[in-house]
């Protein structure tokens, strides 16, 4: 009965509030309204006497109606949000307001009162669907902590460590237990900090045993790899990413009243594992460094270390399983990492993953937080970076052994490039430029390998990358490296290209083999996917070149005519543009030399025209060849060219960035791959 008064008096409390509102907004009415039961203030005092005796005589039992309602309310008003620790609706609010304006209860006698239907619950919510009595009291605690006044919260705080104890016994749910995490940590930013050293040490060690807490919820979806070893590894089974109130599953809000066996216990910890760390990377590392002074970080150690090792197994896991967990604790790492004092216990981990073989098989929200991550990781201290940039340089020159084949070479090669690339990606601008001739020393050492397609598209990478990330005026020696190694691809793609006309008259069957099979020089060169990667890397570097303003590419306008001719034309005539070549012969290899409409690809001021992760023909790049020739010939603007066939490269979503963030996002979605 009393869940329901509650009910009753809160939609009128909630009424009293909105016409005190209207009334504020409304200034000298000229007649006061008439009101059926009585002015707001009359309604308002009455409420109060009403609720002031009970509050005093049956406190337990008004809070616990007061859980009730809240559990009620939340399943009719539900809160779309991305936050890990629910958020309260307008309706859940009245209650708190309701509550707070009730003297006989104030804070430090509500925190109490709490603890006791905690512990005793005077009565119990029979529907399954809804959180348990405890959750909901915990969140209604949560929700008053937030607009509670700071002089009533700091005077609280006996209680409140008491109530966080005690809440650790009681073997709560998983929401239950986040929900404690959650008021510690709205306690800890609305407090002033305590200056009696008692205070400090109980703050600490609650925090601690807190985290701690959501750790062991956090490992759950964890197993043994062996039982010889202590390595673990991700369970094998569907993850479910509960945000907001995380009280969806029916059983984990009877965990009290079970009597299940440990298995049980962790299968049910298990479906809250996403949510535990969710949390933390939201909440741990700005909690540790308000609790712990500038003298007492090295205490955080032992349990950012212990952190970490549940964390790491899910980011060595790339399945598309495990996604959410892996976004939880990239963001949990990269949020650690922004703090110094953290390095010790995140380092190696950071640098063993980035090294790992599938570092990049995950998606741009996780890439997002990389980026954070491999930043701070190489520039808190000077040898991280050099050790990579070493690891390069010990892989260039190592000899082959018996066991590694030249292939498997390469593609090592290129993998600990591709890193270095991601490396400089990750900076700020010119964050490397005292490593500059290093980097040129190492791209050199690649491109003096012959025909090794997958490390030459990494150095195109690579000379994107640079473009982004360095000034103008360093690159000035680094041109005609680039210009050079561009030529080079296009004359290799010329001559395949001319092999492939050249078996056109031969049989059925050789034009099969001619279609696979081109001649370079003097020996048979396949092409291959690895072929074609290189091919598009390097239109995309002359396509990004040709995207950025002119005054960031002031070198580059020395080389362009090369490669799209000029808009007054050549003067020289037996000069085509690498570009007009190769386009001319793509064209040219249409069947039974019938020319159909040429296609084009949209051009958007500022924005490279090509955006695909990979091609399986070259044809796929004939598109990208017309719009430059076309611009080249015709004499017109690249942003013009939509009136012919053209091609949209840009998704909707893309349309409100800048061209710098656009090219980035390119530049990004570029180093990703798909997750399995």
């Known amino acids: 009965m009393l869940p329901r008064i509650v009910t009753s008096i809160a939609t009128l409390w909630n009424v009293v509030q909105q016409c005190e509102r209207l009334r504020e907004n409304v200034s000298k009415p000229t007649e006061l309204p008439d009101w059926s039961i009585g002015s707001p203030k009359a309604v308002r005092q009455q409420i109060l006497e009403l609720l002031?005796?009970?509050?005093?005589?049956?406190?337990t039992n008004l809070l616990a109606a007061i859980g009730v309602v809240w559990s009620n309310l939340r399943n009719k008003a539900k809160i779309v949000t991305k936050k890990a620790l629910p958020q309260a609706s307008d309706e859940q609010l009245t209650l708190v307001d309701l509550i707070t304006a009730i003297r006989a209860?104030?804070?430090d006698?509500?925190?109490q009162t709490i603890k006791q239907v905690l512990k005793v619950p005077p009565f119990t919510i029979k529907n399954k669907n809804q959180p348990s009595l405890e959750v909901s009291m915990l969140q209604f605690l949560y929700a008053y902590v937030q607009r509670s006044g700071i002089v009533g919260i700091r005077d609280s705080w006996p209680s409140l460590l008491s109530l966080l104890r005690d809440g650790l016994q009681l073997t709560l749910s998983p929401p239950g237990q986040f929900m404690l995490f959650g008021i510690l940590n709205e306690f800890v930013h609305r407090a002033p900090p305590f200056e009696e050293r008692k205070d400090i040490r109980d703050l600490q060690d609650i925090t601690q045993k807190l985290i701690e807490a959501c750790n062991l919820i956090a490992g759950s979806s964890l197993e043994p790899t062996t039982w010889l070893r202590r390595n673990v590894s991700v369970k094998f089974e569907p993850q479910k990413n509960v945000i907001g109130d995380g009280t969806d599953d029916e059983d984990g809000d009877n965990l009290k009243d079970t009597t299940a066996s440990v298995n049980a216990k962790n299968k049910l910890y298990?479906?809250?594992?996403?949510h535990a760390l969710t949390i933390l990377a939201e909440l741990l590392a700005l909690l540790l460094d308000l609790v712990?002074?500038?003298d007492e970080k090295d205490k955080v150690l032992p349990l950012l270390t212990s952190i970490m090792h549940n964390v790491t197994p899910y980011l060595r896991n790339h399945s598309a399983q495990n996604v959410a967990s892996f976004r939880a604790c990239t963001n949990l790492v990269a949020s650690l990492s922004g703090y110094q004092y953290t390095r010790r216990s995140w380092k190696k981990d950071a640098f063993e993953l980035l090294l790992d073989p599938a570092f990049f098989q995950m998606d741009a929200v996780c890439a997002n937080g990389w980026r954070s991550i491999v930043d701070n990781l190489m520039t808190h201290d000077k040898t991280t970076f050099r050790d990579l940039m070493g690891r390069v340089a010990a892989i260039q020159n190592t000899s082959l052994n018996l066991f590694t084949s030249r292939e498997q070479e390469m593609d090592q090669r290129a993998q600990l490039l591709k890193r270095l690339c991601f490396t400089l990606f990750c900076s700020e601008t010119d964050q490397y430029v005292r490593l500059l001739p290093d980097i040129q020393e190492r791209l050199a050492e690649c491109l003096r390998l012959v025909n090794v397609p997958v490390?030459?598209?990494q150095v195109f990478v690579c000379f994107r990358v640079l473009l982004l990330r360095i000034s103008p005026h360093h690159l000035t020696g680094l041109w005609p490296t680039m210009m050079s190694e561009l030529v080079q691809v296009y004359l290799h793609m010329e001559e395949q290209l001319k092999a492939v006309q050249q078996e056109q008259g031969k049989p059925s069957t050789m034009r099969r083999v001619a279609s696979e099979f081109s001649i370079f020089g003097n020996n048979q060169v396949r092409i291959t996917r690895e072929w074609l990667g290189c091919y598009l890397a390097a239109c995309k570097f002359l396509d990004m070149a040709l995207s950025l303003p002119t005054e960031m590419l002031p070198q580059f306008q020395v080389y362009k005519w090369a490669f799209i001719g000029t808009k007054e034309g050549v003067s020289k005539k037996d000069f085509i543009p690498h570009i007009t070549r190769v386009s001319n012969m793509l064209n040219n290899r249409r069947k039974g030399g019938i020319q159909p409409e040429k296609s084009f690809l949209?051009?958007?001021?500022g924005r490279p025209l090509l955006s695909m992760y990979r091609i399986k023909s070259l044809d796929q790049l004939?598109?990208?060849?017309?719009t430059i020739c076309d611009f080249s010939q015709l004499n017109e603007p690249l942003e013009n060219m939509t009136s012919k066939k053209a091609y949209s490269t840009s998704k909707q979503d893309d349309q409100r960035a800048t061209p710098k963030e656009y090219i980035e996002r390119l530049m990004e979605r570029d180093f990703l791959i798909p997750l399995s």
């Open 455 to 457: 490390v030459h598209e």
């Open 109 to 111: 006698t509500l925190i």
């Open 270 to 274: 298990s479906q809250y594992s996403v």
């Open 602 to 605: 949209k051009r958007t001021p």
């Open 52 to 59: 002031s005796p009970i509050a005093l005589h049956h406190n």
């Open 622 to 626: 004939l598109p990208f060849f017309n």
């Open 105 to 107: 209860l104030p804070t």
């Open 292 to 294: 712990y002074g500038s």
